[in-house]
């Protein structure tokens, strides 16, 4: 792609890695993942939200690696992942327990941060055996379970089918976003963020969204359009803590609210006054200290007690 994928100064430009790795998901798909930080240090896996990459981390991925492994990976078509024919639930839920295990040793536990589309995937993965053998807690930021175009508030009509109908056409909309102008900044920042999202992170968003290619960001749309993980929750019963925006037009924070009361094991719901869509860059501070406070309260202590 010519155009710029993402910023390359500042605090959200994606710090290089310490190494590069591939897994290869249940049907082939091949992932792009990143480790950062000390190989023996405890570990944390990122994993991004819809039309965006790993460069969504990079202020968490900067901050955390000083003390923590930091595994971060390109959702299948995203980023350095290449396109795949299949795009559902399930394979998020597959591309993740890939993931999990190329980058752990058997056995060995990580907190898992997911945003948006990837909050999505650790709900549709919470069942299985190998998210249960990695995980040892979860949080969840700015994502919902079911229901997203009908409770989405991009298009200001009043609750109803014509409002469905039409932010269903615009999310999942084929057209090209092309380059990063004036104009398209504002309506990325209406769309995905709060009304006082400084400029650097508006820019920075931009980046990483237009890089997604048109026809992923449709497929995608569409799986999010029938999402309906509600029953999914009673599987995810390690500890997890909830985050939303209360200006999120995307995920309105009535999803958060929604999640935290219907988690087996919620230990926190944070909402953010001001802060829209795009969380980790809106609120950076507040994202990883949530991420510190878990990896603090449960992975140290989940691994202390592996040890003989």
């Given at each position: 792609?010519?155009?710029?994928?993402?910023?390359?100064?500042?605090?959200?430009?994606?710090?290089?890695?310490?190494?590069?790795?591939?897994?290869?998901?249940?049907?082939?798909?091949?992932?792009?993942?990143?480790?950062?930080?000390?190989?023996?240090?405890?570990?944390?896996?990122?994993?991004?939200?819809?039309?965006?990459?790993?460069?969504?981390?990079?202020?968490?991925?900067?901050?955390?690696?000083?003390?923590?492994?930091?595994?971060?990976?390109?959702?299948?078509?995203?980023?350095?992942?290449?396109?795949?024919?299949?795009?559902?639930?399930?394979?998020?839920?597959?591309?993740?327990?890939?993931?999990?295990?190329?980058?752990?040793?058997?056995?060995?536990?990580?907190?898992?941060?997911?945003?948006?589309?990837?909050?999505?995937?650790?709900?549709?993965?919470?069942?299985?055996?190998?998210?249960?053998?990695?995980?040892?807690?979860?949080?969840?930021?700015?994502?919902?379970?079911?229901?997203?175009?009908a409770q989405?508030?991009?298009?200001?009509?009043?609750?109803?089918?014509?409002?469905t109908r039409?932010?269903?056409?615009?999310?999942?909309?084929?057209?090209?976003?092309?380059?990063?102008?004036?104009?398209?900044?504002?309506?990325?920042?209406?769309?995905?963020?709060?009304?006082?999202?400084?400029?650097?992170?508006?820019?920075?968003?931009?980046?990483?969204?237009?890089?997604?290619?048109?026809?992923?960001?449709?497929?995608?749309?569409?799986?999010?359009?029938?999402?309906?993980?509600?029953?999914?929750?009673?599987?995810?019963?390690?500890?997890?803590?909830v985050i939303?925006?209360?200006?999120?037009?995307?995920?309105?924070?009535?999803?958060?609210?929604?999640?935290?009361?219907?988690?087996?094991?919620?230990?926190?719901?944070?909402?953010?006054?001001?802060?829209?869509?795009?969380?980790?860059?809106?609120?950076?501070?507040?994202?990883?200290?949530?991420?510190?406070?878990?990896?603090?309260?449960?992975?140290?202590?989940?691994?202390?007690?592996?040890?003989?």
């Amino acid at each position: 792609m010519s155009r710029l994928t993402h910023v390359i100064s500042g605090p959200y430009a994606p710090p290089a890695a310490r190494r590069e790795l591939v897994a290869a998901s249940a049907d082939g798909s091949r992932l792009h993942v990143e480790v950062h930080g000390e190989e023996d240090a405890p570990a944390v896996v990122l994993a991004h939200g819809w039309t965006c990459s790993t460069a969504f981390w990079a202020a968490q991925i900067r901050e955390l690696a000083r003390d923590h492994r930091v595994i971060a990976y390109d959702q299948r078509g995203h980023g350095r992942s290449p396109a795949a024919r299949t795009h559902s639930t399930t394979a998020l839920a597959d591309d993740l327990v890939a993931v999990l295990g190329a980058a752990l040793a058997p056995g060995e536990r990580a907190v898992l941060a997911g945003h948006s589309m990837d909050g999505m995937t650790i709900m549709a993965a919470a069942g299985r055996p190998e998210f249960a053998e990695h995980t040892a807690a979860a949080l969840l930021c700015s994502t919902g379970s079911s229901g997203l175009v009908a409770q989405a508030l991009v298009v200001p009509l009043r609750a109803g089918r014509a409002r469905t109908r039409i932010t269903g056409a615009v999310l999942g909309s084929r057209a090209p976003l092309g380059p990063v102008t004036p104009i398209a900044r504002t309506v990325l920042k209406y769309a995905t963020m709060g009304p006082g999202s400084a400029p650097d992170r508006v820019e920075a968003c931009a980046r990483i969204v237009h890089a997604c290619p048109s026809a992923v960001r449709h497929a995608w749309s569409e799986v999010l359009a029938g999402l309906d993980l509600d029953a999914n929750l009673a599987a995810l019963t390690v500890p997890t803590a909830v985050i939303g925006g209360t200006s999120d037009r995307l995920t309105p924070v009535a999803h958060a609210r929604a999640l935290a009361a219907a988690l087996p094991h919620c230990v926190g719901l944070t909402e953010l006054t001001g802060m829209g869509h795009m969380t980790p860059i809106e609120a950076p501070e507040a994202v990883t200290g949530a991420v510190r406070e878990l990896t603090a309260r449960y992975l140290d202590t989940t691994e202390k007690e592996k040890t003989p």
